[in-house]
């Protein structure tokens, strides 16, 4: 690999691209770096993957508050018919015009005391829905933010990926295991686990100087990045079965999944 690509590489612009953060001319720039060399396409390839794990991982629910009040108009005004006759002075016509204009008068302005009524309710209504929005908002940032922290981590060059597959006693389980020496961050995916007895659980183990230290419990509703305790000087990980609730000693003939690690 040239130097060029290397440092294009460790400028920051594929991540920003991804992002959606780059300039015209800088966007330009990545996409003739992915076209033109199968290094940089790689590295674009590996953040695409690495950023649809996060974002899997911490899926976030729509609101559940929406604004469903819609405004109704009230559109019906007051027909009125009148067919006079000939024959009656025009005084009285005058008369029932006047008494007629008085009713519509009296109408209106109670349609639009109404209205403004419900203007008011509905105005209520939206107000609360924004103080909802916006406390969703202020939540959906810190997530954001534990989502980038969580990219970072897996796109730091530091980062050793190790995967868990299931032995016969558990075929369909798999894990990943993301592990940082250098930062001493410790994150695992949870992919695919078996359902167990209710009375059962798996627990994850870190093998140090001869003895299994206890990182916690894997639950099979728990279908997320999340960090689990970093042990420095670990030689591998196990995941056993134990007894709901977890065990303090590792039941190892019960294990399921393990892996060496570097």
């Known amino acids: 690999m040239n130097e060029k690509i290397i440092t294009f590489l460790n400028s920051g612009l594929l991540e920003k691209y991804l992002l959606g953060e780059t300039s015209s001319e800088e966007t330009k720039q990545v996409e003739t770096y992915i076209s033109r060399h199968p290094e940089v396409e790689n590295a674009y390839n590996t953040l695409q993957f690495n950023l649809e794990i996060v974002a899997k991982s911490n899926a976030v629910e729509a609101p559940k508050n929406i604004l469903n009040n819609i405004l109704e108009e009230l559109d019906e005004k007051p027909v009125i018919k009148m067919n006079a006759s000939k024959k009656y002075k025009k005084w009285h016509k005058l008369s029932i015009a006047a008494s007629i204009a008085a009713l519509i008068f009296a109408g209106q302005s109670f349609y639009l005391h109404i209205k403004n009524q419900k203007l008011s309710e509905e105005n209520q209504v939206v107000v609360d829905e924004i103080f909802d929005l916006r406390s969703d908002i202020q939540n959906n940032n810190k997530?954001?933010?534990?989502?980038?922290?969580?990219?970072?981590?897996?796109?730091?060059?530091?980062?050793?990926?190790?995967?868990?597959?299931?032995?016969?006693?558990?075929?369909?389980?798999?894990?990943?295991?993301?592990?940082?020496?250098?930062?001493?961050?410790?994150?695992?995916?949870?992919?695919?686990?078996?359902?167990?007895?209710?009375?059962?659980?798996?627990?994850?183990?870190?093998?140090?100087?001869?003895?299994?230290?206890?990182?916690?419990?894997?639950?099979?509703?728990?279908?997320?990045?999340?960090?689990?305790?970093?042990?420095e000087d670990a030689l591998g990980l196990n995941i056993t079965i134990e007894p709901k609730g977890g065990n303090t000693v590792a039941s190892l003939e019960n294990s399921v999944a393990e892996i060496q690690l570097k």
């Open 143 to 231: 997530k954001l933010d534990d989502i980038m922290h969580q990219f970072k981590q897996l796109n730091d060059p530091e980062t050793y990926k190790y995967i868990m597959q299931g032995n016969s006693r558990a075929k369909n389980l798999k894990t990943v295991a993301y592990i940082n020496p250098k930062e001493k961050t410790s994150m695992i995916d949870v992919v695919s686990l078996p359902q167990l007895p209710k009375e059962q659980c798996y627990q994850i183990w870190a093998e140090l100087q001869g003895k299994m230290v206890s990182l916690g419990i894997l639950s099979e509703t728990d279908r997320q990045l999340r960090a689990i305790p970093y042990t």
